[in-house]
T-cell receptor, first 114, second 111 residues
């Protein structure tokens, strides 16, 4: 059974903390994505990666960075968490190629920044 | 602004009825996908329709695509309480790795 896992379902952090969200997929997918989901705004792409050590900014990369040292793992980093980064974070992966394949999503991490 | 916009934002129906939700988008696409999200969970892929297809079926799901109107519809027939979820359309941004998601339709099926 194919799987995308995220390190935490719920996370509470304080303003200014450095936050790491981890995502692991076992499908040998080349593409990996980080989204945030907010009510009324749908899913917005933060960053994506189409290969190890390769990354591209999405629509809302400000305040975030990413790391992809291994094919199966894609990390999202909040360098200095702020309250406006309170959100649901979703990781996804897909086969290599342009956006023509289905994406597989993790269960999400609900992050609260106090 | 969002590439995909679902309509209606929310829908409440009785079990056994059909549910129809619509998606409109702005630019040309290669494919359009529909996803389901149960409350507080990740998204699950339902169906993909390519730009050269007009209709596609999968079980109780029927998807249509009208590229001239830049719109798609998802029909769920004989709905069940378990179909209660949010439904999102996603389009590719042609020539990129990006998927653009709409804001979703919240479907509630009453038993």
């Amino acid at each position: 059974d194919v799987k995308v896992t995220q390190s935490s379902r719920y996370l509470v952090k304080r303003t200014g903390e450095k936050v790491f969200l981890e995502c692991v997929q076992d499908m040998d997918h080349e593409n990996m994505f980080w989204y945030r989901q907010d009510p009324g705004l749908g899913l917005r792409l933060i960053y994506f990666s189409y290969d190890v050590k390769m990354k591209e900014k999405g629509d809302i990369p400000e305040g975030y960075s990413v790391s992809r040292e291994k094919k199966e793992r894609f990390s999202l980093i909040l360098e200095s968490a702020s309250t406006n980064q309170t959100s649901m974070y979703l990781c996804a992966s897909s086969l290599l190629g342009l956006a023509v394949n289905e994406q597989f999503f993790g269960p999400g991490t609900r992050l609260t920044v106090l | 602004s969002q590439q995909g916009e679902e309509d209606p934002q929310a829908l409440s129906i009785q079990e056994g009825e059909n549910a129809t939700m619509n998606c409109s988008y702005k630019t040309s696409i290669n494919n359009l996908q529909w996803y389901r999200q149960n409350s507080g969970r990740g998204l699950v892929h339902l169906i993909l329709i390519r730009s050269n297809e007009r209709e596609k079926h999968s079980g109780r799901l029927r998807v249509t695509l009208d590229t001239s109107k830049k719109s798609s519809s998802l029909l769920i027939t004989a709905s069940r309480a378990a179909d209660t979820a949010s439904y999102f359309c996603a389009t590719d941004l042609s020539g990129t790795y990006k998927y653009i998601f709409g804001t979703g339709t919240r479907l509630k099926v009453l038993a």
